[in-house]
């Protein structure tokens, strides 16, 4: 079986956003198409209610021909119903790291044909993962899982879903009898090889079942993690100690307002991310970094109302709206009913959210609002924000 995904909308998009989030929904015989005026995208009727956000990207996908969509509508001549092979267990390894449209798409391949198990193993070794790029910015296994997982609930098929650790080049395929295996073109070798080993132990060759890469015309933009963790890289300007610096502090942030940061790796991973956005020039981890290390500096180094008030008052940026500030005290606050915070009072989440709420007039500095005390406080804080000028 050989799927192809090709769509010139996303081609642009993923060659200016590396980060884009897009859920991949599948064509399935005999169902309609209907026309999302928001998207500007066509999505499978079926399977439109298991988006969960309403504004997401969604790219769908066909066999033989080649869909084409541009920004006036769709071409429904390129698409044909197909009802694929069905197999009672796929199975498939690989790292996930920064879950993107080639994860989703070869995940949605294989929702489309396992019938009774689906199979993902992660890879969780350092065998493995000792080679990758950018190895800082590579996502904990624990977070990989959960937007495999994440993912798969959209498709509705977590009844069948197992997700393993992958400690070796082979994992269980050598062991245990499946009947297909899942690869992409570039993978594809590997599967071969894991047949090969399979017939000189005297087992059945598994069907590989294959899913052709996402590649732009340009191959250099081809959708990978491995350029996901280098356009991070990039916002730290490929300086490794300022890339670890800002890993450490936002962990240490964590750990002092008394938010376990392994039980709370989504939101501890969707704040770092804030601060990549394509669109962000100045207010990106550059900035948060020159705040904390000018803030170390200073005796209030270690002043948590401070440092949680970096990490937020610009973590909602959209430059063409006026409210990022109170967008970012929304997220705040957001954040903080899901983590609980332990060592940050009411008090003290509400003077951060004051301080937040001021960098949008940093030089009215009448601060009634809250008491004098605090007063130095927030004046430091300002300032810090303001140091680019010198």
């Known amino acids: 079986i050989y799927y192809m995904i090709y769509n010139e909308v996303g081609r642009v998009i993923v060659k200016l956003n590396p980060i884009l989030d897009v859920s991949v929904i599948i064509r399935h015989e005999s169902t309609s198409f209907s026309f999302l005026d928001k998207n500007n995208y066509w ?3 079926q399977l439109k209610g298991l988006v969960t956000a309403p504004n997401s990207n969604i790219i769908t996908f066909s066999t033989e021909n080649q869909p084409y969509c541009d920004l006036h509508g769709f071409n429904q001549d390129y698409y044909r119903s197909i009802k694929p092979k069905m197999y009672e267990v796929c199975v498939f390894g690989g790292t996930f790291d920064n879950l993107h449209l080639g994860h989703k798409f070869i995940l949605s391949v294989m929702a489309l044909v396992a019938s009774r198990q689906l199979q993902v193993w992660i890879s969780d070794s350092d065998a493995l993962l000792a080679n990758k790029k950018n190895k800082l910015f590579l996502e904990s296994y624990k977070i990989r899982e959960y937007r495999v997982r994440s993912f798969l609930e959209k498709l509705g098929v977590l009844s069948i879903l197992e997700t393993h650790p992958l400690l070796d080049a082979y994992g269980p395929t050598l062991t245990h009898d499946y009947d297909s295996l899942v690869v992409s073109t570039e993978t594809l070798k590997g599967g071969y090889k894991v047949n090969e080993e399979r017939e000189k132990l005297g087992k059945k060759p598994m069907n590989l079942l294959i899913v052709d890469v996402i590649t732009p015309a340009n191959e250099a933009d081809k959708m990978s993690s491995t350029v996901i963790r280098g356009y991070f890289f990039s916002k730290t300007k490929d300086n490794e100690d300022i890339a670890n610096f800002l890993h450490l502090e936002l962990n240490e942030l964590f750990i002092s307002m008394g938010v376990d940061p392994l039980e709370h790796f989504v939101l501890m991973q969707d704040l770092k991310l804030k601060f990549c956005e394509v669109w962000r020039s100045y207010h990106g981890l550059l900035h948060i970094y020159s705040l904390l290390s000018k803030l170390k500096e200073t005796e209030d180094k270690n002043n948590l109302r401070i440092k ?40 003290d989440q509400r003077l951060v959210k004051f301080y937040i709420q001021r960098t949008k007039v940093h030089f009215n500095r009448d601060f009634n609002e809250i008491p004098s005390q605090y007063w130095n406080e927030i004046n430091l804080f300002l300032d810090l924000d303001l140091s680019i000028l010198g």
């Not at 063409?320 to 008090?347: M, V």
């Open 43 to 45: 999505v499978d009727e």
């Open 308 to 347: 949680v008030a970096i990490w937020f008052h610009d973590v909602i940026y959209l430059p063409w709206r006026p409210d990022n500030e109170e967008k970012s005290i929304e997220y705040f606050e957001e954040f903080c009913k899901k983590s609980s915070p332990k060592t940050l009072s009411e008090e």
